[in-house]
C-alpha cells in the first residue's frame, strides 16, 4: 500500500509560478515510477509529467519547457515545479504512483490549481 498527500495548489496569476509537492508514504521502497495528472472540469484526466525510479522523465506536449518534474534523494517526496501557468493549466492536479510488480495504482487526494487571466 502507498498513500499520496498533496499540497501547494492554488490561485496564481497568468505568467506565474506553483510548486506542488507529493508525500508517499508505505511501500514506497517498490514504487516504480511517480506521475503527476490533472483533470479539468468536464474533460477527462490527463498525464502532466512523470518520473520513474531511475530518474526518466517524461511530459505531455502542453506543459513542455513550463513543468519540472523531481523527485528528492530518498523517494518520498515529488514535486512539479511549474511555471509560466496559463488559463488551461486550471485543473485538479493529482499525484499517482505506480508501485510493485503489476504496476498497481495508487492516488492522492488531489490539489487544486486556478489560473487567473
Known amino acids: 500500500q502507498v498513500q499520496l498527500v498533496e499540497s501547494g495548489g492554488g490561485l496564481v496569476q497568468t505568467g506565474g509560478s506553483l510548486r506542488l509537492s507529493c508525500a508517499a508514504s508505505?511501500?514506497?521502497?517498490?514504487?516504480?515510477?511517480m506521475g503527476w495528472y490533472r483533470q479539468a472540469k468536464g474533460k477527462q484526466r490527463e498525464l502532466v509529467a512523470a518520473?520513474?525510479?531511475?530518474?526518466?522523465?517524461d511530459y505531455a506536449d502542453s506543459v513542455k519547457g513550463r513543468f519540472t518534474i523531481s523527485r528528492d534523494g530518498h523517494k518520498n517526496t515529488m514535486y512539479l515545479q511549474m511555471n509560466s501557468l496559463k488559463p488551461e493549466d486550471t485543473a485538479v492536479y493529482y499525484c499517482n504512483a505506480q508501485q510493485g510488480i503489476y504496476y498497481t495504482n495508487y492516488w492522492g487526494q488531489g490539489t487544486q490549481v486556478t489560473v487567473s487571466v
Open positions: 508505505g511501500s514506497i521502497f517498490s514504487i516504480r515510477a
Open positions: 518520473i520513474t525510479s531511475s530518474g526518466r522523465t
